[in-house]
Structures are given as C-alpha cells and as structure tokens.
C-alpha cells in the first residue's frame, strides 16, 4: 500500500528535481494517489475497471519508485470484462534517444513468464497423444539421457511442469549470455550442463530452468520444429502476437523496437548488452510486447481461445490449473506450471519472471474477469514491479480483515521452528553449492507469541500454520514422523520451499564464525613475522622451518580470500555469462593453500614429537594455527571451492 510517509518522502526527492512539465505531472498524480489512500475513500474491485481511477493509482505508485529506484523504463496493461482499461508505458525504451516506452510497440523481456508458452506447448502435444505426461522423458530425447540416480523413478514432464524432476540448482557461466558466439543448440547445451538429480522425482518442488528447457527439447524433438518455430505456429500466430519472439538475436524488424537494458551509476545510465538466454530458450527467452502478452493471458483467461481461435482446449487448460503440487493444502500450491497466487482475495494464477535486467507478472483473475501484465527495469525493476502488481491485488481486491492473536502456549513449543533454512533450489555438486551460505533465511520466535521469518511477523492460526501480521501472507511448516520441524513453504510459492538445515556443517555461522577467526589467526601469525624477524631469523633450524610453515599457510589462505573479494567485485556479475577466467585463475590458489596447509600438519607433529619452541602453550598456538589452516582446506572442499568444480 502506498502510505502517507512514503508520499512525504518521495515529495522530498521530487524538490531536487527541475520543475520540467514531466515532473509536475507526476506531483500532481503522486498527490491524488495519497488522497485516493489516504482518505476514506475505500478501492474495490469495481474501480478496476474505471481509467481514470487505475491510472492515477498506477502513475502515483509508478512514477515516484522510478526516480527513487532507477528504474529506466517500464509497462502496465490492464484488461477487466473483455476492455483494455489502461495500457501504458512508462519513461524510456532509449535514455539516450528519448524514445518513450510504449506499451503495443516496446519490446520487454518478460523472463519466466516464459515457461507458460512451454507448458502450453506441451500440453497440445498430449492433446494430440503425441506427448505422455506420465513417460520416462528419455523416450523423447534424442542425443542424450537424463541420469538414473534414483532406478525406477525416472523424470517425466509431468516432474518437469510441476518443478518436481529433482534436479539441482545450475547456472554458472551458462544461464544468460551476452555475446553471439557464446550461443550453441539447445540440445547441446542441455546435454552439456546437466545438473545433478538430487531428490527423487515428485517428492519435493525445486524450481528448475533446466527442466522447463527439457521440457521445451521434448517439444522440438516431437513436433520435429525448433521450439522458437513451434511456438511461433501454434501460440504466437494464431493469437496474433505479431510482436513477440523466442529468436535470439532479435529479428531486424524487432531490434529496433527493442527496450535497451541499463545499470545506474554515478548518477547516469549504462547501456548493457541484450540478454542471450539461448541455452536455456524454453525458461526465459521470450521477447513480447506489454500488448501481446496480454493477447495471451486474455486466451487462458478465456479458456484457452483469444476471438474464437483457441490454442488449446478449455478442458485442458482447467486440467493444468488445477493443484498437482502443493507443499501444504491450505496453502496455494501450483498447477501445470501455473503459479496461484495469494495475493489479495482473488483466485489468480500465472507466473512471474526476471532477467538480469527486465522484472515482470502476468496474472490472470477469473473471478474478476481481469488480466494484468507489467514489466520492469533496471536496479530497482524487481522492487517497483512486486509493489506493483501486489498493490493492485492487495488495494482493489483486499483480503477480509483479521486479528492476529498468539496463542496462549506458543512461547512453550516455539523453539522447533527456530533454525536456518536454505531454498530447496540449490546446488550440491559444483562450485555454486557456496551460494547457499549466502540464501539462508533464520527463523526464530521474537518471545511475543510470533514468529520471526527474516524481518516479517507471523502468528500461528493453525498447527504448523502461521499468518503473517500486516499483509495476511500464509506460511507452513512440515514435520517429519518423529514430530521434527523439516522445512517450510509461503502460500503460492511451494516451487520455492525451503528446507531445515539439519547439519552444522552447513550453517552460515559456523562457517562464517570459524572463517572470520582463521582470517584473525592468520593475520596475527603475518604481524608477528613482521615485528619480530629478528627473532625468527635467530630460531633453531627446525623451529625456524616450522614457523615458515606457518606464515607461508597463513598468507596463502589469506591470500585466497583477498583474491577471491577482488574477484567476486571485479568480475562477480558476469558469473550468470559464463566463467571468467579470473575466477579459474582464483581457484588455482585453493590448492596451493591446501598443499601447504598439509604441510603444516606435517610440521605440526614434528612440533610435538621434537618438542620444538620454548613451551607448552607456544606448541598449543602452533597447533591452532594448524587447525585453523585445515579448517580452510576442508572448507575448500566442502564448498566446491577445490579445483575446478564448474560446468
């Protein structure tokens, strides 16, 4: 909701700007956004259907949250009973052009609003018995097989429209690329990064960019069209989305009407490459304009047929909406691909995408006869669209009011949930296993009968069932036979469910707690070799080859941490591109630490046996350094950090 305060503020920002007739425009629609949400004139799902009303709500969120979060461009269409009540482009699909964004011309990237198109595909295929959903998927797969980690339970493409194929996290220097010649097949690419099976088939939902873009190869190797061809005769024509493409690079004709991808810095925008998802197509390669998406969403919306020319049948549309998955069933779970969302009291469905640089939602609301589509850019792009579309849900289609009371024993079984918990989307096998110390979500009770998930409050309404304070979200939790907490999921986002860590190994404070005092330990053992040189130069022979031992492991693994901040800052974002050879340079020196830190234990139980240095607690510093020496080591190991553990 857009509050008073935050109208206050962005009245502040809005002083620092020129009093150019863009600006004034957008005080004045700020201004009657505060009064419409701040007085007691109440939004209902009737004025969406009212321009006026949508557009003033929409620039008055829109605009200020484009300036705040550098946001160069974006869309929002809204279609309610059959009319397009506002379709609109917001600031420029070319900064340094001043060409405005427009909403039937400007092309967006609407992400994994992609995979849709891919279900849809499918399921003409099954339509046409061409495609059984409940198949071993290796009987549509040409040039490679999917691994039999688990015997007996093979993927299907059902796994595959449900996020439940089991496979791991993988996007490494591969995801999205910037440059043509980076560009190979779809079935080369998915042969060459197949990412490890690591739960079985239909037992837990982990989103997957690679099963969609097999999913979408079963399309190509049945239908005996490329994907981007198939989908092009069978959705994009007969819907006619004239402006819209799975092709990379872009077509001529579409190039030109393409909205360029910007960062900000230094108080100006930078222009970045367009984004190649060619490996992974059938995930999140679409081109579209706001206007053609919302062709499409207006055929689901009407059972699958946009002006009496249907792209599937409505019984098959019913059928993927329908719940296959669910974490918990008083949750929202998800179709065939479909997510519902849970968002205001509506029954909506569709998906959202992102990019590295385009962020949308594509929801599509039966009951009110209603879709939405928008998109947005640039640093801030994520934030303005999520406030967006859930404002509008939230705004015009709020959700019954509650109370939220605790229950009275909470505080004396609060303590099973408190934990880490990493999303059930994660890597396992190669170097991005590390990204699940940075993914964890803490969990703990705030001693007031709620329950703190990150920075938002829930209070249990249920067994295992908690509300969220302000905005109503659900959440619930799992236990396992003996009654233990296992992990969780939020309403509607069941494909990104998160799981309890259960081993210490894991958790970022152990790692991060015993990291910071080996980096302290090694420092000190540098400090000490620079204060008192003298006094080493003038140790034993063997006490002196111990104590080089020490500082040479010590400033190696100090090293690798240096190096490695340097490189994630200089080269960190083009890791989803491919893999820089910086980083590959890095990793070399993980080995060369380990090497001496085996080494140093060596020297270590030379230390003890030779009774070397002057003291007991001297030997026991010595020992600790060893310690902390191999503790990095095994942390190079456990992390995928030695060697070359990359696709």
């Given at each position: 909701?857009?509050?008073?305060?935050?109208?206050?503020?962005?009245?502040?920002?809005?002083?620092?700007?020129?009093?150019?007739?863009?600006?004034?425009?957008?005080?004045?629609?700020?201004?009657?956004?505060?009064?419409?949400?701040?007085?007691?004139?109440?939004?209902?799902?009737?004025?969406?259907?009212?321009?006026?009303?949508?557009?003033?709500?929409?620039?008055?969120?829109?605009?200020?949250?484009?300036?705040?979060?550098?946001?160069?461009?974006?869309?929002?269409?809204?279609?309610?009973?059959?009319?397009?009540?506002?379709?609109?482009?917001?600031?420029?699909?070319?900064?340094?052009?001043?060409?405005?964004?427009?909403?039937?011309?400007?092309?967006?990237?609407?992400?994994?609003?992609?995979?849709?198109?891919?279900w849809i595909a499918v399921m003409q295929l099954v339509e046409k018995n061409k495609l059984d959903l409940d198949a071993d998927i290796n009987k549509y797969l040409k040039t490679f097989k999917i691994k039999d980690s688990y015997p007996g339970q093979p993927v299907t493409l059902r796994n595959c429209l449900t996020h439940t194929a089991g496979f791991e996290e993988s996007f490494l220097g591969h995801l999205i690329l910037n440059k043509n010649d980076q560009i190979i097949s779809?079935?080369?690419?998915?042969?060459?990064?197949?990412?490890?099976?690591?739960?079985?088939?239909?037992?837990?939902?982990?989103?997957?960019?690679?099963?969609?873009?097999?999913?979408?190869?079963?399309?190509?190797?049945?239908?005996?069209?490329?994907?981007?061809?198939?989908?092009?005769?069978?959705?994009?024509?007969?819907?006619?989305m004239r402006n819209s493409?799975?092709?990379?690079?872009?077509?001529?004709?579409?190039?030109?009407?393409?909205?360029?991808?910007?960062q900000y810095a230094n108080g100006s925008y930078i222009a970045e490459p367009f984004e190649l998802i060619?490996?992974?197509?059938?995930?999140?390669?679409?081109?579209?304009?706001?206007?053609?998406?919302?062709?499409?969403?207006?055929?689901?919306?009407?059972?699958?047929?946009?002006?009496?020319?249907?792209?599937?049948s409505t019984e098959t549309l019913m059928e993927m909406n329908k719940i296959q998955f669910n974490y918990d069933d008083r949750l929202n779970g998800h179709g065939l691909g479909f997510i519902h969302y849970p968002w205001g009291n509506t029954d909506t469905f569709g998906h959202d995408g992102a990019t590295n640089a385009f962020f949308s939602h594509l929801g599509v609301t039966p009951s009110k006869n209603m879709v939405i589509f928008s998109s947005f850019t640039g640093p801030g792009g994520s934030k303005i669209n999520r406030t967006l579309s859930e404002s509008i849900y939230a705004e015009f289609m709020p959700i019954a009011p509650f109370f939220n009371i605790p229950p009275k024993e909470f505080n004396s079984y609060a303590s099973k949930y408190s934990g880490s918990y990493i999303p059930s989307r994660h890597n396992l096998s190669t170097i991005e296993k590390v990204f699940s110390l940075l993914t964890q979500q803490k969990i703990s009770p705030d001693g007031k009968g709620g329950l703190l998930i990150g920075d938002n409050r829930y209070i249990e309404i249920d067994k295992n069932l908690f509300r969220e304070v302000s905005t109503?979200?659900?959440a619930a939790f799992k236990e396992n036979k003996?009654?233990?907490?296992?992990?969780?999921?939020?309403?509607?986002?069941?494909?990104?469910?998160?799981i309890k860590i259960q081993s210490l190994f894991l958790l970022k404070a152990f790692n991060f707690f015993f990291l910071v005092l080996s980096i302290v330990v090694f420092v000190f053992v540098f400090l000490r070799f620079l204060y008192q040189r003298r006094l080493i130069k003038d140790l034993p022979t063997k006490e002196k080859i111990a104590f080089r031992a020490a500082l040479i492991a010590s400033l190696s693994h100090l090293w690798v941490v240096l190096f490695g901040l340097i490189t994630m800052m200089s080269v960190g974002s083009q890791l989803v591109e491919h893999i820089p050879t910086?980083?590959?340079?890095?990793?070399?020196?993980?080995?060369?630490?380990?090497?001496?830190?085996?080494?140093?234990?060596?020297?270590n139980l030379e230390v003890w046996k030779e009774a070397l240095f002057s003291t007991f607690w001297a030997r026991l510093r010595y020992t600790f350094i060893t310690f902390c020496a191999l503790f990095m080591s095994w942390f190079y190991f456990y992390w995928n950090i030695l060697g070359f553990q990359y696709n």
């Open positions: 909701m857009f509050t008073m305060n935050q109208c206050d503020n962005n009245w502040i920002r809005f002083m620092k700007f020129q009093f150019n007739r863009t600006t004034l425009i957008s005080l004045c629609l700020s201004t009657l956004c505060m009064l419409l949400t701040t007085t007691s004139w109440a939004l209902n799902a009737d004025d969406l259907g009212n321009t006026k009303v949508v557009e003033a709500y929409v620039d008055g969120l829109v605009k200020p949250l484009m300036i705040k979060e550098h946001s160069p461009s974006g869309v929002f269409v809204l279609m309610k009973d059959g009319q397009i009540i506002l379709s609109k482009g917001y600031g420029w699909q070319d900064v340094d052009k001043r060409i405005p964004v427009n909403a039937t011309t400007t092309l967006m990237r609407p992400g994994s609003i992609s995979k849709l198109f891919t779809l079935a080369a690419a998915l042969k060459k990064y197949q990412p490890e099976r690591i739960y079985a088939p239909g037992t837990q939902a982990a989103y997957s960019n690679y099963a969609t873009s097999l999913a979408g190869l079963v399309v190509a190797n049945v239908s005996g069209m490329s994907y981007e061809d198939y989908i092009q005769k069978n959705i994009f024509e007969p819907l006619g493409t799975f092709k990379e690079p872009l077509p001529d004709n579409l190039n030109q009407h393409m909205a360029i991808a910007y060619t490996n992974f197509t059938p995930a999140g390669a679409l081109t579209s304009t706001a206007e053609d998406m919302l062709k499409f969403g207006s055929a689901l919306l009407n059972g699958g047929s946009l002006n009496g020319v249907p792209i599937i109503g979200q659900l003996q009654g233990k907490i296992i992990g969780y999921a939020l309403n509607g986002l069941s494909m990104f469910a998160s910086m980083l590959k340079f890095w990793l070399v020196f993980p080995i060369i630490a380990s090497l001496a830190s085996i080494f140093l234990l060596y020297q």
